[in-house]
């Protein structure tokens, strides 16, 4: 139980891909604990953004490509099965048992789940800017790893599935 959480969770904006994951474990060195790496990850990210915009704009960093976790849609919007293999190696690298991911908006307001429930997807537009439309909601996360979608207009409160992937 690492940082008061049975099963560990990945947060981040857009998504880790496989190649980003690979060069943070890399980055951590080869005897890393998953927390190293996910370290190593922030480290790399604070990296990159470190400077004024002329300095970020030019970066070569891959984080800030494309694929990088700021950007990529990959594992919200590729085929299930495609989305399902790159998240589960993913998970592996980082020991962790879900990545919730924003980003990719929810058209319909309400948190999603892929791969069993392993891929968050938490963009619900709950700003009013987008759309006109305020879809409020919140993602509780219990300290055994279970996770709640909240939508505090309606009250509403949906247990999300977790079905571990076959390798772990």
């Excluded at 690298?93 to 999603?112: L, S, Y």
């Amino acid at each position: 139980k690492e940082h008061g959480i049975a099963k560990p969770v990945l947060f981040v904006h857009a998504g880790v891909v496989p190649a980003v994951a690979q060069a943070a474990k890399a980055a951590a060195g080869p005897d890393a604990s998953a927390a190293d790496i996910a370290e190593a990850l922030n480290r790399i990210g604070r990296d990159a953004l470190a400077g004024d915009e002329s300095v970020i704009r030019i970066s070569d960093s891959p984080l800030l490509r494309d694929a990088g976790p700021f950007w990529t849609r990959e594992l919200s919007l590729r085929s299930e099965a495609t989305a399902c293999q790159k998240l589960d190696e993913v998970l592996q690298i980082f020991g962790a048992a879900r990545m919730v991911v924003g980003h990719t908006p929810q058209e319909d307001g309400r948190i999603h789940t892929r791969c069993g429930g392993r891929l968050v997807l938490g963009d619900t537009l709950i700003s009013a800017a987008y759309t006109g439309v305020a879809h409020p909601s919140a993602l509780e996360v219990a300290s055994d790893g279970s996770m709640m979608a909240v939508y505090p207009k309606t009250g509403e409160r949906s247990l999300l599935p977790l079905v571990p992937a076959r390798n772990g």
